[in-house]
């Protein structure tokens, strides 16, 4: 079929009634009416309905189209007629027109499908929102069939316009697209590296990109000075229900700017990109340090479309009576809260006390929670009694409470868990009381992130090793020193997501030999690891930041998609496994003992292969089960026993037989008789007769995974 011949299904209209076209396209729904088939014809421009009728249509046409099924792959040639008046269909937007066949070529016959394809149903020659539930797994299984489906075809087609949108900025702006390599080296970029092993360079491997942090520095220094890559990252990153081993971003860098420049031109791309999804965006997007994120919302990420945001009651209770209070304050605690305002009658004191103090915010990691309804004669709680009127009053005050409004507090000798806790707790009661507002977008910049964070042997990276410091005169081996330091680096924050995030690099070889010796590293590992950066650092290195935008995450947000998974076209799922090809799988050895991986490591042990030896670590490891210490002399015990026990039964063997795992002879001891039947009480109906659901002779439950 010459292209040029091929109409477009979603695109013929009234003004095309008269026409002979030729389409090409699947079965999406078919209606027979014995003599009169009606089907939906879909291709990627939409739907339309074509007619097989005897008074139109030869009659061996209209024989072949008797075999038609849904999502049979077919060509059609017939005239465009317009629907007599009363049959039109407002559901599709060829609802005005049908094509009357006059011939039928069938391309490709469809087996039974796993799931249902088509998205509407047909009554009457209408088309109806069909609702359908699938499981992900299956659809993920089946994508090449879960593609056909107009929703899923549309995500991709949007996020294609997206793309383009940022090329086409970019390219206004000066930026040029460079391609760097998959195939680098290990560098620690926060997560683990997805390792390529190497059979030229037998025992070496190469690492495929975290992201292209180096190489687009080398950019910097190479003189392009405005740079931009649609690129493919890869991150062995533990399993979150939104994230996947491989993505997409945005990745750009620039010299001579600062972050004010970066800010401008992220704020005027973000809004092209929402507007393709019908959303505007206001700018310029307000700036909040990380300290203020965390003093407010208990997060670097904070979601601002609702209020509810901490205040500080620490000062409030420095001469306090109450014990717990008090014994905090004295460690050096702090008191936050937050104020839900007209919750009481949907907070009762029995869910505040047994569900939140008791089991949700310590699930949090606090230690408790102490909360107070709002009415008018004041505070109700059960530690009310103990704080002095002054304390009372000063609560009211400071979270401007009324009668109605619930009062959470949380108390510890962490700041960081008192935000962090709270946060969490902010977010449960904001989806719990439906206090989220849809359709709502709310920019920010998180601005001034810690450089450096405590680790248990020193200290590792905020956000990587080459962002640049907000001072440069530190000793790197003085911790707490390195603790204080803010970064120059900064997020795109939106409704409580991280959307990108960058930094201004460095790019003097002294400072970032001082950032690498603060982080622990030896020159020797330097030198292996990041011998070939500083060079480049030696020979004028420019000024110069950049940004990273999380395609995947941006693109799900503006379509209103509930997973990244729903705008990538063959993603991995929630447990970075591919149902459609089966991946990861075992390979043959021969491609190991190919690659010189069959002896890697030679004789040295495997990591915790100590712990191996050990019974009852390998007996806790085993059954999943912790084993304390005051529970280990009795287990030892046990084990001893049965080691004995089975040395008793294998010396009682002769020295020919293999050593016995049983004492009874195998039988079966399920049934009698080895001839399978159905029992009796399946037959007459009396064992489903307590089943919640029956379907083909099985009881049916509910599902237990999603």
């Known amino acids: 079929m010459p292209h040029h011949d091929r109409s477009s299904c979603g695109e013929l209209r009234l003004a095309d009634a008269g026409k002979e076209v030729t389409l090409a396209g699947w079965v999406d729904a078919l209606r027979d009416h014995g003599e ?32 038609l099924k ?26 005005g027109i049908e094509v009357v066949a006059a011939d039928l070529d069938i ?40 593609l056909r489906r107009p929703n899923m075809q549309e995500h991709l087609i949007r996020r294609h316009r997206i793309v383009k949108s940022i090329r086409d900025f970019l390219d206004e702006q000066g930026f040029v697209e460079v391609e760097t390599p998959m195939l680098t080296r290990s560098t620690p970029e926060g997560a683990r590296d997805y390792l390529v092993p190497s059979r030229h360079f037998p025992k070496n491997f190469y690492a495929l990109p975290q992201s292209p942090q180096l190489f687009k520095q080398l950019l910097m220094v190479g003189g392009m000075e405005r740079y931009f890559q649609i690129v493919r990252c890869f991150r062995d990153e533990d399993l979150r229900p939104n994230r996947q081993p491989e993505f997409t971003q945005l990745d750009l860098e ?46 670097d990420r904070p979601d601002l479309r609702f209020g509810m945001t901490f205040q500080d009651a620490t000062d409030l209770f420095t001469q306090t009576r109450y014990g717990i209070f008090k014994q905090i304050l004295e460690r050096g605690g702090c008191i936050k809260g937050i104020n839900v305002q007209g919750a009481s009658e949907r907070l009762s004191k029995n869910v505040l006390q047994n569900e939140y103090a008791k089991e949700i915010v310590p699930g949090f990691g606090a230690k408790g929670m102490t909360w ?17 009127e002054a304390e009372r009053m000063g609560i009211l005050e400071r979270f401007d409470a009324k009668p109605g409004d619930v009062i959470l507090m949380i108390a510890d000798p962490s700041w960081s868990l008192v935000c962090t806790a709270l946060g969490q707790l902010r977010l449960h009661l904001a989806h719990r009381l439906d206090m989220i507002p849809q359709g709502v977008y709310y920019p920010l910049w998180v601005t001034d992130f810690p450089l450096f964070e405590a680790a248990d042997e020193g200290v590792t990276s905020s956000h990587h090793p080459f962002t640049m410091p907000d001072r440069t005169d530190f000793d790197p081996g ?37 950032i690498l010796q603060a982080l622990g590293l030896g020159e020797q590992e330097v030198a292996e690891k990041f011998g070939f950066f500083l060079k480049a650092l030696e020979f004028g290195a420019p000024p110069h930041g950049g940004i990273a935008l999380g395609i995947d995450r941006v693109v799900a947000m503006i379509l209103g998609a509930a997973s990244i998974r729903e705008v990538i076209a063959f993603p991995k799922n929630r447990s970075a496994f591919c149902p459609l090809t089966q991946a990861p799988s075992t390979v043959a050895s021969a491609q190991l003992e190919e690659l010189g991986l069959l002896d890697l490591g030679g004789d040295r042990p495997l990591p915790g292969a100590h712990a191996k030896k050990d019974q009852i670590e390998t007996l806790s490891w085993v059954s999943r089960i912790g084993i304390g210490d005051p529970e280990r002399p009795a287990i030892a015990d046990a084990l001893a026993q049965a080691a004995a026990c089975a040395d008793r039964v ?57």
């Open 36 to 67: 009169v088939l009606f089907i939906h014809l879909r291709d990627r421009s939409g739907i339309v309905q074509v007619v097989f009728t005897p008074e139109s249509t030869p009659q061996a046409v209209c024989d072949k189209a008797a075999e």
């Open 70 to 95: 849904s999502e049979f792959c077919v060509q059609v040639t017939g005239r465009v007629i317009e629907r007599a008046e009363g049959t039109d269909n407002p559901g599709i937007a060829t609802g």
């Open 107 to 146: 391309l490709g016959r469809c087996a039974a499908l796993p799931f249902q394809i088509s998205e509407k149903s047909m009554t009457a020659g209408a088309a109806v929102k069909r609702e359908e539930t699938v499981g992900e797994d299956l659809r993920l299984q089946y994508r090449y069939l879960d």
């Open 254 to 299: 620039a010299s001579f700017i600062d972050e004010a420049y970066l800010y401008t031109l992220f704020e005027e791309l973000t809004a092209r990109m929402f507007k393709i999804g019908g959303i505007d965006l206001s700018r310029p997007f307000p700036r909040m340090t990380w300290q203020d994120a965390m003093n407010s919302s208990g997060s």
């Open 372 to 388: 107070m309804r709002v009415m008018d004669g004041g505070l109700e709680s059960n530690i009310v009694q103990f704080f002095s």
């Open 478 to 514: 003085n911790i707490d020193e390195l603790l204080a330091l803010r970064s120059r680096a900064y997020d795109l924050v939106m409704n409580g997501e991280e959307l990108g995030g960058g930094s201004i690099r460095i790019n003097d070889r002294g400072l970032q030999q001082r």
């Open 650 to 706: 294998n010396r009682q063997a002769s020295p020919q037989d293999a050593p016995l795992f049983r004492v009874a002879a195998v039988s079966n001891r399920f049934r009698e008789g080895r001839e399978a039947r159905i029992h009796s009480l399946s037959e007459n109906g009396e064992l489903f007769k307590n089943a919640p659901a029956e379907k083909g002779g099985f009881f049916k439950t509910a599902a237990v995974l999603d």
